[in-house]
């Protein structure tokens, strides 16, 4: 056996043997002298990686080699304002820890009508504080069948509805001007049956056959199905389609999206050479979709494997040769543990929090926090150099992603509180407030997530007259706990639901369209009159933004637990230099008192940093239903 080390050397010098028989592939100095160094500092990791994945091939070799070509020639080309960037945040690697971030997302045709658009609403982004734009899917895809842009059919055309790649490039320029980082989907488990390649497999071509997983019968399709999940079983049983050649593709979501084949490393350079297209483009953080699925094994989940780590990971080690500034989040809406596997400067350095999410919507249903507390002390910290994207809603259903073992320590049956949850946020439960559709019910299984959006899940549509405090409340975890904050952009003005989705082309059948409504120009008209709902919530809002990043305390992630000795409250510490932010929300819908005692462990003055006012801790503290404080303390020595 040869010697790991040695292979290494082999490997090492077979790379650099290529790339200086390839003249000007990676430039002139001081870009080549750039490239050099880099390339000594990760090719090691890239190659452990690829490695890891395809070692067992003959070919490994000479796919390695021109995955790296393939890399120095897309550093050679990135522009230069591009090239600086990366400079800049190799220097500041935890820019994106600020307490200044604040990100939001849309739909281009829906929030903007187009590119040109989103580019003339930046003097809003600037107004309200965005430094982080999530453009939803906006690549080609057919249509009616695109699943909202997520069927992508070019990773290198604009939807031609919205603009070019041109105006892309143009807008990414502009908002990085002006301060604001350009995210946008990668797409990377699978592409539409249209795409170039899902076309030439569907017509027999053997290599392009062999970059999705197609069989001729039902044989293998079965033996995987004993142990996958059904994930949209109103679209199709079970994960493969029949084609209308009678052989059969694996098709995870829908039946117009096919999943790549990943244990072929064609794809995989395939796939790096669209992500690096994409960052020379100017993307600053790639939106990594469907993290769980991308790798298949038979006789396993088919989720969350090893394997699906280890090509994160060598994607990002591309990304350190060609576009180091260039940030992965994950997107995994699974077990809080495997979450939070994906999370690691190596691999995704950022990470949606599905599991606070949806415990903001359990705590607001059940008006107890436990559930919320308990998953804050347990699973909120991450490692250096990461952090979360922290959001109330996204584009996407409200899956009940806690842990059952959690539930199950407080007494709770997961199964029977999930179907709780279920009816009271679909209105099926006496009292409830909230206004929303279900999505996916599988009556098979008892599974259902939930579509709405903020404002109406929180009761504003049915006239609640605490709606305007939830959605406050709701926002004040999100803005206060650590990470990034996410608004789907039109929740700040408290958009309600969109029943006429069904009208629309395509969108029938999916009921998460419900909360993706058309910009809502009325309500953003009245932002400014605070005794509008749309007003109320926008000076709230904007209240938090101010705060938050004028409060050192709340950059970063690290988060310390604080028990309020009431269900009903919750409470967790933001540590600084010296003082540090207590952050206590009252969930109930009455007077909560935080008692001196539970206070004793701080000096008796503090600051009500939201209000602006001095607090003494010493006579107890009465929250008001859905009232929520920052408060700075001092710790007693």
């Given at each position: ?19 200086a ?7 002139e100095?001081?870009d080549?002298?750039?490239?050099e160094?880099?390339?000594d ?6 190659f452990?990686?690829?490695h ?26 990135r ?22 971030m604040l990100?939001?997302?849309c739909?281009v ?24 734009l999530?453009l ?18 070019s990773y ?22 002006n301060?604001?980082s ?5 797409i ?7 795409h ?18 197609i ?18 079983p ?9 084609m ?16 790549l084949?990943?244990?072929n ?6 796939m790096?050479?669209?992500m ?25 989940p ?11 990971q ?9 576009a ?14 495997e ?29 107890d ?18 952090s979360?994207v ?22 709770i049956?997961a199964?029977?509180h ?28 008892g599974?259902?997530?939930i579509?709405?959006t ?29 990470g ?25 059948t999916?009921?998460r ?8 120009a ?17 000076a ?10 004028a ?14 000795n ?5 409470g967790?510490q ?11 929300a ?5 007077p ?7 206070l004793?462990g ?17 006579a107890g ?5 859905q009232?929520f ?9």
């Open positions: 056996m040869v010697e790991p080390v040695l292979v290494d050397q082999v490997a090492r010098q077979h790379v650099l043997s290529a790339l028989l390839g003249t000007g592939i990676v430039g100095a001081p080549r002298e750039v490239f160094e880099r390339f500092r990760h090719f090691p990791s890239l452990r990686l690829f890891d994945l395809y070692g067992a091939r003959d070919d490994w070799l000479d796919q390695l080699t021109e995955l790296v070509v393939e890399s120095a020639r897309t550093w050679a080309e522009p230069a304002d591009l090239k600086a960037l990366d400079a800049q945040r190799e220097d500041n690697s935890g820019w994106f820890q600020a307490n200044s990100g939001g997302v739909y045709d829906r929030y903007a009508e187009d590119l040109a658009g989103v580019r003339s609403r930046i003097p809003y982004f600037k107004e309200l504080g965005l430094t982080y999530h939803m899917p906006l690549f080609l895809a057919p249509e009616p069948h695109s699943d909202g842009g997520y069927a992508v059919s290198r055309d604009v939807n031609p509805r919205l603009g070019t790649m041109a105006q892309l490039r143009d807008l990414a320029a502009e908002l990085r001007a301060g604001i350009l995210v946008v989907d990668f990377f488990n699978h592409t539409s049956d249209e170039e390649w899902a076309r030439r497999a569907a017509a027999g071509d053997p290599a392009f056959s062999d970059y999705y997983w069989y001729p019968d039902r044989s293998m399709p079965d033996a995987f199905e004993q142990t996958v999940r059904e994930i949209f109103d679209d199709h049983p079970g994960s493969f389609v029949e209308p050649d009678g052989r059969w593709v694996w098709a995870t979501f829908h039946t117009f999206q096919w999943d084949n990943y244990s490393p064609d794809v995989f350079r395939a790096a050479a669209e690096l297209f994409l960052a020379n483009q100017g993307v600053d953080i790639l939106r990594m979709d469907a993290v769980a699925f991308i790798w298949k094994q038979l006789g396993t088919c989720e969350n494997l090893p394997e699906a780590h280890t090509l994160l060598a994607f990002n080690a591309v990304c350190r040769l060609a180091p500034s260039l940030l992965f989040k994950s997107e995994a809406i699974v077990h809080p543990d979450v939070a596997r994906y999370i690691d400067p190596a691999e995704c350095q950022l990470s949606y929090n599905p599991l606070q999410m949806a415990l903001i919507w359990e705590a607001l249903a059940t008006r926090v436990s559930l919320l507390s308990l998953a804050l002390e347990r699973r909120h910290n991450i490692p250096a150099g990461t979360w922290n959001y109330v809603r996204s584009h996407d259903d409200i899956g009940w992603t806690f842990a059952d073992e959690d539930a199950a320590e407080l007494g049956n199964f029977d999930r179907r709780f949850l279920n009816s009271f946020y679909v209105s099926r439960f006496p009292g409830s407030f909230a206004r929303g559709v279900p999505f996916q019910d599988n009556p098979r299984t599974d259902c997530r579509s709405g903020t404002a109406s899940l929180c009761g504003l549509e049915g006239g609640t007259a605490t709606a305007v405090n939830r959605i406050l409340l709701a926002h004040s975890v999100a803005f206060s706990t650590g990034i904050p996410l608004l789907y952009l039109g929740d700040e003005v408290g958009q309600l639901n969109d029943y006429q989705y069904a009208l629309e082309d395509g969108h029938g999916d009921s369209w419900v909360h993706r409504p058309h910009y809502p009325a309500d953003y008209a009245r932002r400014t009159d605070p005794d509008t709902p749309a007003g109320a919530v926008y709230g809002l904007r209240r938090m933004i101010s705060v938050r990043s409060t050192p305390e709340l950059a970063g992630t690290r988060l310390l637990g604080f028990a309020t009431s269900p009903g409250v919750l967790y933001r540590p600084g230099d010296g003082t540090l932010i207590l952050a206590l009252n969930f109930s819908d009455g909560q008192e935080v008692s001196a005692a539970t004793s701080f000096t008796p003055d503090a600051v009500d940093i939201l209000a602006g006012t001095a607090v003494r801790l010493d503290i009465v929250l008001q239903p009232q404080v920052w408060l700075r303390v001092t710790p007693r020595p």
